[in-house]
């Protein structure tokens, strides 16, 4: 059986509203609470009634029964309230007269209530014990509780404090590196870290940064291409981004461009490197489908779209640039369509012839 235990070890209950203790019951414990609470609506044990009542509805009506009950000590708070506590659970447990073996869960509302516990667990089991603080109390010591539930909020932890210590290391940094004589730079890549650690934890970013390095260490492990072909990808694309700025500045040496040739710019000096990438990353997909054994051909359609696309913009940014004709334009655009289309025809009649039929004979 599951006892629900209310402690009130200063006796608020008896001493401001005069009824009788212990207190056994869900209504009746409810009655209680209400009842303190029209005496005293800032005292805390209200509180720890209505947990008790919460606790109760919460774990009843599963495979054991269950119980709430509340005892109390003396106003003065110290061995005298202890032993009334201990005199009013016999009276409970008695009261219960249970078949099997009571388990207990405490209910209190701070460290001085629970002075009492070695008193409880010499007479029954305790299962756990459930400090309720108010988050609007004003006392240090629900202060002292709220701050340490807020402590164990692993969201919270998340977004308040990794920011906070991330500011707070800053300074120390700033000094030991002038004491080590490093350079700003090196405090500058330390600090540009911790942000990005902060950023990273504040937005909850950490379990996708575990799953993507647990998948980039499976496919090391398992032999996937793909792992090569990203790297190199992002290598071309690095390339490519700084071929197109070193394009564009060489296009602004030579005359005042608007924003439609500098996109031509851009794309012109970075569109091969992108083409280089995409294709480089496709053919290593191309590659794990086929050791995998799911390999289909019309995979293969994707490097010529690429090539043909590469080939496309390449000429079409060459044309607003002025570097090629009109008539180069139409060739490579008609080439890139006519490879796109071919390509395309030829691995459906490819997958066709390989693909079993299947039917009846007359």
Request: with cysteine; aromatic share 6%; net charge negative.
């Amino acid at each position: 059986m599951l006892l629900v235990l209310c402690v009130d070890l200063d006796d608020d209950l008896g001493r401001k509203t005069g009824i009788p203790t212990p207190v056994v019951g869900r209504n009746e414990i409810e009655h209680a609470a209400v009842s303190l609470a029209e005496a005293d609506p800032e005292d805390s044990d209200v509180n720890v009634f209505f947990e008790g009542v919460h606790l109760h509805d919460r774990f009843a009506g599963k495979d054991e029964a269950v119980e709430v009950a509340a005892v109390t000590g003396e106003e003065r708070g110290d061995v005298a309230a202890n032993r009334a506590v201990g005199r009013e659970l016999d009276q409970v447990l008695a009261q219960l007269q249970a078949e099997e073996a009571v388990r207990v869960i405490v209910v209190t509302d701070g460290a001085q209530d629970e002075s009492v516990i070695p008193v409880i667990r010499s007479r029954v089991q305790i299962d756990s014990v459930r400090r309720v603080v108010v988050r609007q109390a004003q006392d240090l010591e629900s202060m002292y509780y709220t701050i340490k539930q807020v402590l164990d909020d692993p969201e919270t932890r998340g977004t308040i404090l990794v920011p906070l210590g991330v500011l707070l290391l800053i300074y120390p940094l700033a000094i030991l590196a002038d004491m080590v004589g490093l350079p700003g730079s090196v405090l500058g890549l330390g600090s540009g870290a911790l942000g990005l650690y902060a950023l990273v934890r504040g937005l909850g970013l950490e379990n996708a940064i575990d799953d993507w390095v647990s998948r980039a260490r499976r496919s090391l492990y398992t032999g996937r291409v793909t792992l090569i072909t990203y790297i190199v990808a992002a290598a071309l694309l690095v390339v490519g981004g700084v071929e197109g700025v070193e394009t564009l500045d060489t296009v602004r040496v030579d005359e005042a461009i608007d924003v439609g040739t500098m996109l031509a710019a851009l794309f012109y000096g970075a569109i091969r490197w992108f083409a280089a990438a995409a294709f480089t990353t496709s053919l290593g997909q191309i590659t794990d489908e086929f050791l995998a054994g799911r390999f289909h051909w019309r995979y293969l359609n994707a490097p010529v779209y690429i090539l043909a696309i590469g080939a496309i913009l390449h000429t079409m940014s060459a044309f607003f640039l002025g570097t090629v004709d009109l008539a180069t334009l139409a060739a490579v655009l008609t080439a890139g369509t006519l490879l796109s289309v071919l390509s395309t025809l030829a691995i459906a009649v490819v997958e066709s012839h390989r693909t079993p039929k299947t039917g009846t004979q007359a």
